[in-house]
């Protein structure tokens, strides 16, 4: 029998081309402790810092401290069914949150996982948790009034759109009040509202829910929980997952007014997340980078430029 070279070159050749070689390479680490929400895996060299990675019983987290021999992992989800010595695997993604007007309307926990039994949120977008502010050549100066529907603010001590308001008060003295009567002034003005419920009781976002459906602001507003029973974790994410949905009407040329209720809760959250990742503290035992964690909250909110 003869063989004729070109031929086989020729077969060997389409071979070659028609290779498919698509393989699927993560990288994995191994749990060494967990408890308190966090775990410390050891093995993910290559890990990013605020990359997911996927536990066994299908909770994610969040890469959160990066060491030179572990990293400390915030859990987002269920860990009381994770236990030392369980296999970690790293996605290679940032978190990410649906948005756009799928979840307008909506009761979601801080990762867009909805909680007010309407079924599922069909969106087709998506937006990254954490991102960059805009740069200061993007933005508007304030100029346009954001009516709150509350005189003595209106007339003296106005709100302008993109512009950051902090309220402050003793407890019980309408604080929550005041952020709901500007969200259901907007309806009928083309704003989107939302509003992000961090550590509050269940009972009191209840409460707010209620007042928003009977005025009809439920039609556009969305509702981010991570209440009193929520692990710190959710607590930390909560209001950057609530600007990420916000940011997209912000970007496609929209307004939206997003109240976050409140964020010294948030702090505390953070502070335990450091306290338990052994990170140096500060005053009162909060990390040196407390004030970055807001400042890189609240700067992403701004009035762009056409």
Request: net charge negative; with cysteine.
């Amino acid at each position: 029998m003869k063989f004729n070279s070109d031929e086989i070159a020729a077969v060997i050749q389409k071979e070659i081309e028609t290779f498919g070689s698509q393989v699927d390479v993560r990288e994995v680490g191994t749990v060494l402790e967990v408890g308190d929400g966090i775990a410390r895996v050891y093995g993910l060299s290559n890990v990013m810092s605020g990359e997911m990675v996927e536990f066994p019983n299908g909770a994610i987290g969040l890469a959160f401290n990066l060491e030179e021999k572990s990293v400390g992992v915030i859990i987002l989800g269920d860990y009381l069914s994770i236990s030392e010595g369980d296999e970690v695997k790293a996605l290679g993604t940032l978190l990410s949150v649906p948005a756009g007007d799928a979840v307008i309307g909506r009761v979601l926990d801080p990762l867009g996982n909805p909680i007010d039994g309407k079924g599922p949120v069909n969106a087709t977008i998506s937006r990254p948790v954490e991102i960059i502010a805009t740069g200061v050549a993007e933005r508007q100066p304030v100029h346009e009034p954001m009516q709150t529907g509350i005189k003595a603010i209106d007339a003296m001590t106005p709100i302008g759109r993109g512009q950051r308001e902090l309220i402050i008060g003793d407890r019980k003295t309408g604080k929550t009040a005041v952020a709901i009567d500007a969200i259901i002034n907007q309806k009928g003005k083309g704003v989107k509202c939302f509003y992000v419920a961090i550590g509050q009781k269940d009972s009191s976002v209840a409460l707010v829910i209620d007042a928003l459906e009977k005025n009809g602001a439920m039609d556009y507003t969305t509702v981010i929980v991570a209440g009193a029973s929520a692990p710190a974790p959710l607590q930390y994410v909560a209001p950057y997952a609530g600007t990420a949905m916000a940011e997209h009407f912000m970007f496609n040329g929209g307004h939206a007014l997003i109240v976050y209720d409140d964020l010294s809760k948030q702090a505390v959250a953070y502070r335990q997340l450091s306290l338990l990742m052994r990170r140096p503290p500060g005053r009162e035992a909060f990390p040196g980078d407390v004030f970055y964690c807001h400042s890189r909250l609240l700067e992403r909110s701004a009035k762009l430029s056409k």
